[in-house]
């Protein structure tokens, strides 16, 4: 069974920074793509950034130049590190592992906010 948790979510001043984890068990994070997802108050859910296995990634217009994602292969762990955080950042923010099936953490909160 696979499990995915979050964490690392909190409350930070606008331009402050953040490092979430996601740490997985029952499968193995070098084989799958994954994603961090977040959904704000009142929006829909976005995407913000994916590691492909082959290790390139994407990110969202919104966060591009801010925000990097990472893998520990060692430690099944997907980082995302988020610098120069703003306030339209504040949402929950979700991890998401793609290798066949989909699988999903339960969601960290971020709060930018002075």
């Known amino acids: 069974q696979v499990h995915l948790v979050e964490s690392g979510g909190g409350l930070v001043q606008p331009g402050g920074s953040l490092r979430l984890s996601c740490e997985g068990s029952g499968m193995s994070f070098g084989i799958a793509t994954m994603s961090w997802y977040r959904r704000a108050p009142g929006k829909e859910r976005e995407l913000v950034a994916t590691?492909?296995?082959?290790?390139?990634?994407t990110y969202s217009d919104s966060v591009k130049g801010r925000f990097t994602i990472s893998r520990d292969n060692a430690n099944n762990t997907v980082y995302l590190q988020m610098n120069r955080l703003k306030p339209e950042d504040t949402a929950v923010y979700y991890c998401?592992?793609?290798?066949?099936?989909?699988?999903w953490g339960q969601g960290t909160q971020v709060t930018v906010s002075s």
């Open positions: 590691l492909y296995r082959g290790g390139s990634t």
């Open positions: 998401r592992a793609v290798r066949i099936s989909e699988y």
